[in-house]
């Protein structure tokens, strides 16, 4: 999800929630202790040049339970950033505790944002000698459209 998706959920919202693809919410004292465009220039295990751009944000909890951070709150320290550094309408990656600090990738649901976990990967399969994942499939619906091609009785052997 990029930046202006985020703000447009954010101006539909009445309450600000977090949580993981588990279904384990991200407790609602959380804070966002940073905010802010983070750049990630590599070469993969090919020799390509590869740029990232995120804008990233940091979700913490504390032990201030009664802390709230409304969806207006979110859009004001969004503002204030924006006067300090360039957001661009980058991607959002969200850092968040777990055994580490893990980061993630942003989705909008029902009842607020979701945490989507991000998978390291070969970016460059083709020189790296990695054989394609094989497909499986179904012998019985090989050319049987109809699933009554290769019945007892159906003439097909």
Known sequence: MKLSQFIAHLNQLEALSFRLESGVQVPAHFHITELG???????????TLREDLFVSFQLWSADDTAHRLSPVKAIDIITAAAQ????LD?????????????????????????????????????????????????????????????????GCC
């Open 84 to 87: 300090k550094i360039e957001l």
């Open 37 to 47: 465009m983070t750049s990630k220039t590599y070469v993969d295990c090919g020799g």
């Open 90 to 154: 980058a991607e959002v990656e969200v850092e968040y505790q777990s055994d580490t600090v893990g980061k993630y990738g942003l989705s909008f649901g029902t009842d607020g944002f979701e945490l989507q976990s991000k998978k390291t990967a070969c970016l460059a399969e083709d020189q790296c000698g990695i054989s394609p994942q094989k497909q499986k499939v179904d012998i019985t619906e090989l050319n049987n459209k109809d699933n009554n091609a290769c019945t007892p009785g159906s």
